[in-house]
Structure formats: structure tokens, C-alpha cells
């Protein structure tokens, strides 16, 4: 359709005033990014079990030092409580008669004894004991002598040789489990990662998915001729072999895929496309014919892969081309679906948000024969997501989901979940036991504007050229002709803002030139107002600059918006890969061309300046007064800004305050 972006939001515009000199990032698109304010960019699945850790740590160690302990306490450990004897003092003794019983280890030339008294003592013999006279004096003294050769212990014998190679066995096993445990199995390196969904137990079905009635019809073809496939068969309709779902991040592409997996009946197989890349070369192949074995083997089976553009990116881009991993990884995924052999009943379902840098073999008919577009949600769209989102929490009375609807255009199915998760957060925060709007309220102000920053104290200097910034875009919002509805002014820092001005656009699909122009000239109007108040200008409307900047160039390059250059378009050539198109990239337009297109930018931008300047003098006591009610009640709402614009009139609200365009030649230079 001429003038429509494909997956344009059509967002909250914002216009905010910042306290950082430099200029913040660009906004996304479709949202009026405001004076300084940033939007920063936010970013999964927990990790694997490693293999090897069946036992605990402290297993090893504690055996080690039980049989450690078995050997060493017998040598410390005392076994007998008899008298300790050197062998002179043992052989006075038997000299003088003491002695009754010496028993002696031929083994290790140990002696116990027993003295007449009953009294028992151990020593240790040379190894020359007994001689032959030491013999006659044993008998002479009546003594009762025993050598003894003791039974060898054969298990006490085999544990001392076999202890330490046990132990380097067992070290060298505990060391091969934690590597296998980080670097995954050798042996099944080469297998597909991918989850099989249990049929029996499904999560999600298509009754969790509200709206997008024409996705669902779409997939649910696909989910019929898996499980009737004789109906399609009997007039020779052939299954598309894959669906691609293409949609803005958070619009529910994976959610239909687990839709798919309640509903389908048949096997279902979810993979992303990360599981394919690997650091050995061959293996992201190697898993891809993994991947469709495991499908075929199911009879009739459906392949979910999410994130394809990771493995789906186009061949030969980049600087040296070449065959690496990921392009091998595609080439056999190419060949799976449509190659020389072919899969019947597997269906392969992709999701990716980039489908400009897939390769073109990847998205023709026989691989992915259908591209189904999952926009962002319409106003009953909306409705329908809030309502589900909201089954499960207590709502108060006072909550009006259609109210909310409307006043979130452009927001996806993540943003609302979102929205109704933080909404319950404050409820709790507030000690509530039920979500009641002025929790909706907060929650959108904190979704769309950002957080409150309670810790920024604003000189009263600051906080009046604030007032008086955000009083200027609050006034030509409002008086605009083709500006949208404004819903909010406030001074109160919020994220990277100092203030912020939000209007609610309506739905719309295309914009008039006019629009833009006026979009243009409420981005000039906190800068245009501090000029006409205070007489000089300062570093907060950069982000006001860059907008407005932004919407002039695409209306002279893109949209042909600018008669002077007529209805031309360059775009400009955006490089998806590094290296591509290297030598052929250049400008599409001659030196004078772009010197025109440069004027015809200057000359937007100059003209929206003025008319601000010219519509801002006009209603000069409103911007005071716009500004003292900031000032006072830190926060006001649209209605009470147009009935201050009115009493300023001296009009009755309610009457039409639509501003005639002006020029550049009706207002001073450089307002």
C-alpha cells in the first residue's frame, strides 16, 4: 500500500526533554522520540546438567581416606597395654628366675611375654635368637619359650599392591566425566538437539492465542493434513513442505509453534537455530540429517525451528565468501527439505523477525512455500491478548480492558503480558489484594515513558525552562490540525527524560503529508518555547532535532513529499553483511541531487521551525499558564491543556483550535 511501512508500530509518540548535553540513540520506528530520551535495547534457557556429575564431590575423597586411614592406624595405634622391655633387661630377668612364658614372631623378631608375677611386657630379639646356650638357659630357668612363623594376610597383602593403581584408575575416570561433562560426548556430537513435545500433555493450544484469526487458519491447514492427510489426497493437494512466520520480536511467532505442538497430535520436534553451530566443522551438517531421521522415523511429524536466520543467513556474504560452517549447515538443511530426496509428512515451521537476509533457495516454493506475516495487534486484538493475559489475576471493578486497549497502540503480545504483569506488581507494591486501574495507569507510564527517577532533584531553574519545554509541545499538540490526541504532559524525570509530553496516536495505516508536518512542528515546539520564554536555546532538544530531522529525510528521500525533488526515491542501500556489495556500493544520485535533497530538508525543518515560533506567539499567556500548572501539579492530562488554551482565548471549550500553516517568511528568521 503506498505510504505504509511494513511492521511500522504506531507507538505512543513521545516528546521529552533530557538532562544529557550529547544526543541519545535514534527512537525506534514509528515512535516520536522526545527531547533527550533514550530507549535502551533490553536482552534465556537454563544450563545443561553436565554429564558425570552422578555422584557427589565428596564420594572420592572420603573413600581415599578410609582406606588410608585402614593402613596407617594398626602402625599408630597402640594393640596392647604390656610393658615395654629392652632384650638385656628381658635376659636379667630370665636370669634371675621372672620370666614364666616368651613367645617370639619369627617374622618380625617380636616378643611377648609373661613375668611370674602375671605381669606381661613385649620386646624385640636379634636376630640371632636363641643361640644354642641362650637355648639351655631358657630350659635351665624353666622358661616356656615359642617361636612362631604367622599365616601371611592375603587381603591386607593384595589391597597394599592394588590400592594405588585404583586410584589412578579412579582419577583418571573422574577426569574424563568432567571433560566429557564440558565439551559433550564425542560419540554424539553429531546429534540433533532437538526436543521432542509429549502430545499426550499439551500446554498451549490455539484457544491461548487471541486474535490473528487468519494466522491461525493458515496453520491450522497444515495441522489437518498431518492428521487427516486423505482429505487433502483425494484432490491431489500436496502439504507445503514449510511455514515461515515473519513478525516484529514479541508478536507471538513461538507461541503458535507450541500451539501447533498442543494441537497437531503428531510429533513434534523444536529446535533453534543456534543448536546447529558448533566449533567442530561438519557438525551443524551432521545434526540437520539428524534432525529429519528422527522426523521421518515418527511417520508424520512437524519440525519447529526457531531463530532460523541464525543458520538461514544468505551463502557468500561477507567479506572472502566461502563455504564455512553455517553455510554448510544450510546447504544440507536446503537438500533435506526439497533435495534429491525428499521428506513426506515432515513439515518444517520456521520464525525469524529478519526474512531480509535469509537466502533466496531457503524461501522458494518446495521449502517454504508459505511466508505468514504476524503483525503487530489491532485494537481487538488487543483487547482480546489483554484478556487472556488477565484470566488468572484478580482485577478490581474499576479496570476497563477496552479503555486499555485503545490506549496501547502499537504495543505486541509481550509488551501487553508485560503490561499486566507490572500493573499487578504495583497493586502489591501499593498493598492491594487487587489490580485496580490506577495500577494499569502506572504500568503504562512505566512501559512506554520509563521509570520515575525519585532520586533527580531539579534546581528551580531546571525545572522551569522543563515546564516551559514540555509546555511548548503540549500546546502544538494540541492546537495541530493533523497531530494526535495529546494524553499527558509531566515534569517528573522519567528514565533518561527530564519530562515528557505523550500523545496517543490513532490507528492508522498511512499518513498524509500533512501529518508529518505536523509531527515536524511539535518536534520544534520545546525548543521554539524556551526561545520565545527565555531568549536563548540550550543542548535539550537533541532528541527533538534528531526526530525532526528523521521525518524530513524520509519524506524527500522515501515518500516523495518534497516537490522539488518529485516523486523519486532513494532509500539508500542498508548492508545487512560486512563486505557485501564492497566494491559496487556507491550513491544512487548525482552531487546536485544530493545538494537538493539537502535544501529541500533544510527548507522542511526551517518552516515547521517557523510556523511553531508563529503558533507558540500566538498563544503566548497559554504557554504561562500551561507552564505555572506544570510547575504546580507536576503532571496534567490533555483536557486540562486545551481548556487552559481556550480560557486563554477567552473561547468556550470545545470550539476547534486548528492553526492555519504558516511559512517561513510569516515568522522572524531563525525562530
Known amino acids: 500500500m503506498p505510504g505504509a511501512e511494513p511492521f511500522a508500530p504506531i507507538t505512543p509518540s513521545i516528546v521529552a526533554m533530557s538532562n544529557l548535553p550529547p544526543p541519545p540513540p535514534p527512537p525506534p520506528p514509528g515512535r516520536s522520540g522526545g527531547r533527550g530520551q533514550q530507549n535502551d535495547q533490553q536482552p534465556e534457557r537454563g544450563g545443561r546438567r553436565p554429564i558425570g556429575t552422578g555422584w557427589p564431590r565428596w564420594v572420592i575423597p572420603v573413600l581415599f581416606a578410609v582406606l588410608m586411614l585402614s593402613f596407617a592406624l594398626p602402625r599408630v595405634w597402640p594393640t596392647t597395654s604390656a610393658n615395654k622391655k629392652t632384650f638385656s633387661e628381658l635376659w636379667t630377668a630370665v636370669d634371675a628366675g621372672q620370666v614364666k612364658s616368651i613367645s617370639l614372631n619369627n617374622t618380625t623378631n617380636s616378643i611377648n611375654g609373661v613375668l611370674n608375677t602375671g605381669e606381661k611386657f613385649t620386646s624385640t630379639a636379634p636376630n640371632s635368637f636363641p643361640n644354642l646356650d641362650e637355648t639351655k638357659e631358657l630350659q635351665l630357668k624353666g622358661v616356656n619359650f615359642e617361636a612362631k612363623t604367622p599365616s601371611s594376610n592375603w587381603l591386607i597383602s593384595w589391597a597394599s599392591l592394588l590400592l594405588p593403581l585404583v586410584l589412578l584408575i579412579g582419577f583418571f575416570m573422574w577426569m574424563q566425566r568432567r571433560a566429557a561433562g564440558q565439551m559433550g560426548n564425542v560419540m554424539s556430537i553429531g ?81 533453534t537455530g543456534s543448536d546447529f553451530m558448533e566449533m567442530f566443522v561438519g557438525v551443524g551438517a551432521s545434526r ?26 544468505k551463502r557468500g556474504a561477507g567479506l572472502g565468501g566461502g563455504h564455512d560452517e553455517r553455510e554448510q549447515t544450510l ?91 507490572e500493573a499487578a506488581l504495583f497493586a502489591v507494591r501499593r498493598g492491594s489484594k487487587q489490580i485496580e486501574r490506577i495500577d494499569f495507569e502506572n504500568a503504562r507510564d512505566r512501559v512506554v515513558m520509563g521509570a520515575r527517577r525519585e532520586s533527580l532533584v531539579l534546581s528551580g531553574e531546571e525545572k522551569r525552562a522543563t515546564a516551559i519545554h514540555e509546555g511548548g509541545h503540549a500546546i502544538l499538540t494540541t492546537v495541530l490540525p493533523n497531530a494526535d490526541p495529546l494524553h499527558k504532559v509531566t515534569i517528573l524525570p522519567r528514565g533518561m527524560a527530564l519530562g515528557v509530553t505523550w500523545s496517543l496516536p490513532e490507528e492508522r495505516h498511512t499518513y498524509s503529508k500533512e501529518y508529518f508536518e505536523d509531527v515536524v512542528c511539535r518536534a520544534m515546539g520545546g525548543r521554539v518555547a524556551e526561545k520565545i520564554v527565555f531568549g536563548h536555546i540550550n543542548s535539550g532538544a537533541a532528541n527533538d532535532l534528531e526526530q525532526a530531522t528523521s521525518i524530513a529525510r524520509r519524506m524527500v528521500r522515501e515518500w516523495g513529499m518534497s516537490d522539488a525533488v518529485g516523486p523519486m526515491a532513494w532509500t539508500g542501500h542498508q548492508q545487512v553483511f560486512l563486505g557485501e556489495d564492497l566494491m559496487t556500493q556507491g550513491r544512487e544520485y548525482s552531487d ?63 470550539e476547534r483550535l486548528d492553526e492555519q500553516p504558516v511559512t517561513a517568511a510569516d515568522a522572524p528568521a531563525g525562530g
Do not use: C
Open 191 to 271: 546429534r540433533s538437539r532437538a526436543k521432542a513435545y509429549s502430545a499426550d500433555k499439551p500446554s498451549t493450544t490455539f484457544s491461548d492465542i487471541a486474535g490473528y484469526e487468519g494466522v491461525k487458519q493458515e496453520i491450522t491447514e497444515v495441522v489437518d493434513f498431518l492428521r487427516m492427510p486423505e482429505r487433502f489426497r483425494e484432490i491431489g493437494a500436496r502439504v507445503p513442505k514449510g511455514i515461515l512466520l515473519v513478525g516484529p520480536p514479541g508478536t507471538g511467532k513461538t507461541l503458535f509453534a507450541r500451539a501447533v505442538a498442543g494441537e497437531a497430535g503428531v510429533g513434534f520436534l523444536s529446535v
Open 592 to 654: 546536485d541531487t544530493a545538494k537538493m535533497i539537502d535544501n529541500e530538508i533544510s527548507r522542511i525543518l526551517q518552516e515547521q521551525e517557523a510556523r511553531a515560533y508563529e503558533v507558540l506567539s500566538k498563544h503566548r499567556r497559554a504557554l504561562d499558564l500551561v507552564a505555572e500548572a506544570l510547575l504546580e501539579r507536576e503532571t496534567i492530562d490533555g483536557g486540562e491543556v486545551a481548556r487552559i488554551i481556550h480560557e486563554s482565548l477567552g473561547e468556550t471549550p470545545g
Open 288 to 313: 540437520v540429517r539428524d534432525l529429519f531421521q528422527q522426523a521421518r522415523k515418527m511417520g508424520r511429524a512437524i519440525i519447529f525451528v526457531d531463530e532460523i536466520d541464525s543458520i538461514g543467513r
Open 331 to 421: 546447504n544440507q538443511m536446503l537438500a533435506e527439505m526439497d533435495g534429491f530426496e525428499t521428506s513426506e509428512g515432515v513439515v518444517v515451521l520456521a520464525a525469524t523477525n529478519r526474512p531480509d537476509i535469509l537466502d533466496p533457495a531457503l524461501l522458494r516454493p518446495g521449502r517454504f512455500d508459505r511466508t505468514i506475516i504476524v503483525p503487530l495487534p489491532e485494537n481487538e486484538e488487543r483487547l482480546a491478548i489483554l484478556k487472556v493475559h488477565s484470566r488468572d489475576k484478580r482485577m478490581g471493578p474499576d479496570v476497563d480492558l477496552e479503555v486499555m486497549s485503545k490506549a496501547t497502540p502499537g504495543m505486541s503480545g509481550a509488551d501487553l503480558a508485560n503490561l499486566v504483569n
